[in-house]
T-cell receptor, first 111, second 113 residues
Framework: GQQVMQIPQYQHVQEGEDFTTYCNSSTTLSNIQWYKQRPGGHPVFLIQLVKSGEVKKQKRLTFQFGEAKKNSSLHITATQTTDVGTYFCAGSGAGSYQLTFGKGTKLSVIP | EAGVVQSPRYKIIEKKQPVAFWCNPISGHNTLYWYLQNLGQGPELLIRYENEEAVDDSQLPKDRFSAERLKGVDSTLKIQPAELGDSAVYLC???????????FGAGTRLSVL
């Protein structure tokens, strides 16, 4: 079955430093989504990428979808304490609405 | 617009007891999902409904887990009997049919003692 892997599992950064998490799928994806889960909270949708090589930005967050549609990344510029949480990527294959989630990257920001 | 509502938020039971979780999706969302999330892991799909039909229950452990969505709106997930390994957060999500974006509820944190 489809597997989605994320690295790193944990990341500790000083406030103001950049942060990147990477996501790799064992199969080609039709789309990839990113979610953020705050400590004690639930996953909240951030963005969806559909096109090969797509890049989307949300303020300090930059999302990329690989050319082969098998990998993706999330980059945060100049982290803030409000960025703390676990970032999950989730992908679905062609013709499927089932999302397969990665294990997430837990981001800690040291003030 | 109200989000996905789940209850209870927390549940503590002894092993071998039954337990049930309830979910009310966002109004108009035809598709409903139940996920299991273990500590330090991503959500794992248990079952997906389109209206009242369970269209994907391949990951649901049917020996002890059951779910229903009788009128195509609210849903319940039941475990009977619960085992120690069932301790986790049970998340409900909903979406429009044909849309990929899912909206999650706050979840029910189950502790089996």
């Amino acid at each position: 079955g489809q597997q989605v892997m994320q690295i790193p599992q944990y990341q500790h950064v000083q406030e103001g430093e950049d942060f990147t998490t990477y996501c790799n799928s064992s199969t080609t994806l039709s789309n990839i989504q990113w979610y953020k889960q705050r400590p004690g909270g639930h996953p909240v949708f951030l963005i969806q990428l559909v096109k090969s090589g797509e890049v989307k930005k949300q303020k300090r967050l930059t999302f990329q979808f690989g050319e082969a549609k098998k990998n993706s990344s999330l980059h945060i510029t100049a982290t803030q304490t409000t960025d703390v949480g676990t970032y999950f990527c989730a992908g679905s294959g062609a013709g499927s609405y089932q999302l397969t989630f990665g294990k997430g990257t837990k981001l800690s920001v040291i003030p | 617009e109200a989000g996905v509502v789940q209850s209870p938020r927390y549940k503590i039971i002894e092993k071998k007891q039954p337990v049930a979780f309830w979910c009310n999706p966002i109004s108009g969302h035809n598709t409903l999902y139940w996920y299991l999330q273990n500590l330090g892991q991503g959500p794992e799909l248990l079952i997906r409904y389109e209206n009242e039909e369970a269209v994907d229950d391949s990951q649901l452990p049917k020996d002890r887990f059951s779910a229903e969505r009788l009128k195509g709106v609210d849903s319940t997930l039941k475990i009977q009997p619960a085992e120690l390994g069932d301790s986790a957060v049970y998340l409900c999500a909903s979406s429009y049919i044909g849309e990929d974006i899912q909206y999650f509820g706050a979840g029910t944190r189950l502790s089996v003692l």
